[in-house]
């Protein structure tokens, strides 16, 4: 018997592609009695316990009662260093950015504070499910040294980058086009590519850098293979106004980032809120990816984001939290609001859109599908137990549902932090709830 191989039971649900594209019957799998087989850090095989039990031979099997297993959720869009100012009260997007995020991220010039911080916030992931996450660190490079140290000692896979940032901002904040250029490609030489980590060049949004700036920011996007591109969009209308005085010459927000050459595949923009039809073609037609992040847009009063539009110009669209904005780390609670969201444009999001989107389809938006985002033989073994029992009010709920896809609903509505029983990585246990 090889001790690498472990088989987990319970319900099990996984997404196989995009409901928008092959309807909702055919975009998941789901095992109400299932068997999840994993070997040495991958997923080995996945189906109904009936027909898996059989061919163990002998495997530890671990089984979990009134549990679901899913593949772990995956964040399009987050920022490290906003864990400690997550809900500050009363600003829209220009002046909650001057009153309370650029003096917290001002701490990270320290190492051993961004450290800290990071492990505050792996911490927080893992204790909401989420194994990956595309994300912000703050204008300092050891800012990013410090989270991936983090990530490496627990073998996450991780996206992240050092954010670039040479105008509009204070001083104590800003680099320069050069510096942020040769910083970023350190980073990029020490991390991209180890282990599970991958480097994302990280303009903040376009008011805060110079056309230099951002010109080799695009350079040095196109510079390494499979680097990310990650910044904001059209996220607020006062924003919005602001880009154009700045970039009279552009024809609207996407097209600064166009003529920088910082859109293309692996590129992800976070809100997207705004868009013109031309500018959600021009994304589609590029591959690349907006990340819909529905607590942040509610917080901030950005705006209601509209996932149909992006479906109809087959735009790649991930879940961000967006944290310190957002205000929840859990995907579950971003699925919460983004039903709202929909609600309010009389429109629908079905649970298993929903749950596309925090997991296959957020690794689709990252180019990471042939890693995660399901249970396919080979992928990371990176999945979560979900628990039907989380509170009494979920148990009491959970027993009143007559089909799975209403257990699935109530569990995006309900669901938050506690209904996370156990969080693994690459098939190790990371966080177990106590
Ligand atoms: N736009 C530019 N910077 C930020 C940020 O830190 N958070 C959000 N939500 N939007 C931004
Ligand atoms: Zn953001």
């Not at 927080?124 to 983090?150: I, M, P, Y």
């Not at 009389?346 to 596309?356: I, M, N, Q, R």
């Not at 979900?386 to 959970?398: E, I």
């Amino acid at each position: 018997m090889n001790q690498s191989v472990k088989a987990y039971r319970a319900a099990i649900l996984h997404s196989i592609a995009d409901p928008a594209v092959v309807g909702v019957e055919q975009s998941y799998e789901y095992f109400e009695d299932g068997v999840l087989v994993i070997d040495n850090g991958q997923v080995a095989k996945v189906g109904p316990a009936e027909q898996v039990l059989a061919t163990l031979n002998g495997v530890e099997v671990i089984e979990y009662s009134n549990a679901l297993i899913t593949p772990g959720f995956i964040d399009t869009h987050i920022h490290y260093p906003q864990s400690g100012m997550i809900a500050s009260y009363g600003e829209q997007l220009l002046d909650w950015l001057n009153t309370y995020t650029f003096p917290t991220e001002q701490q990270f010039s320290d190492k051993a504070h961004a450290s800290d911080v990071a492990g505050i916030f792996l911490k927080e992931l893992l204790r909401n499910g989420t194994t990956t996450a595309l994300v912000f660190g703050s204008v300092h490079k050891q800012s990013v040294d410090a989270f991936f140290e983090a990530c490496e000692s627990l073998n996450l896979r991780m996206i992240a980058g050092k954010v670039l940032m040479d105008r509009n901002a204070p001083d104590y904040l800003t680099d320069t086009p050069e510096s942020g250029y040769a910083d970023s490609k350190e980073l990029i030489q020490r991390w991209h590519g180890k282990g599970r980590l991958h480097y994302a060049v990280t303009p903040r949004f376009a008011p805060t850098s110079t056309p230099e700036q951002l010109a080799l920011a695009g350079k040095l996007y196109q510079e390494f293979p499979d680097l990310y591109m990650h910044t904001h969009l059209s996220e607020n209308l006062k924003e919005i106004e602001w880009v154009k005085a700045l970039f009279p010459e552009r024809s609207g927000y996407l097209d600064v980032y166009d003529h920088y050459q910082l859109i293309g595949p692996r590129s992800v923009f976070a809100h997207g809120v705004h868009l013109c039809d031309d500018e959600c073609q021009r994304l589609a037609e590029t591959g690349s990816a907006v990340a819909f992040c529905p607590t942040s847009n509610l917080f901030l009063g950005s705006g209601l984001f509209d996932l149909n539009k992006m479906e109809q110009h087959k735009v790649r669209v991930g879940l961000g939290t967006d944290v310190g904005a957002g205000t929840s780390f859990s995907q579950l609670q971003s699925l919460n609001e983004a039903y709202k969201i929909m609600q309010l444009q009389g429109k629908k999001l079905d649970p298993f859109k929903s749950f596309y989107l925090a997991t296959l389809g957020g690794a689709n938006a990252l180019y990471l599908d042939d890693k995660i985002g399901n249970f396919s033989t080979g992928k990371d073994a990176d999945f979560v137990v979900l628990d039907y029992n989380s509170t009494p009010l979920m148990s009491y709920r959970m027993q009143q549902a007559k089909s799975f896809e209403e257990k699935l609903f109530a569990l995006t509505m309900l669901g938050d932090d506690r209904s996370v029983k156990e969080t693994f990585a690459a098939g190790v246990s990371v966080h177990r709830r106590g």
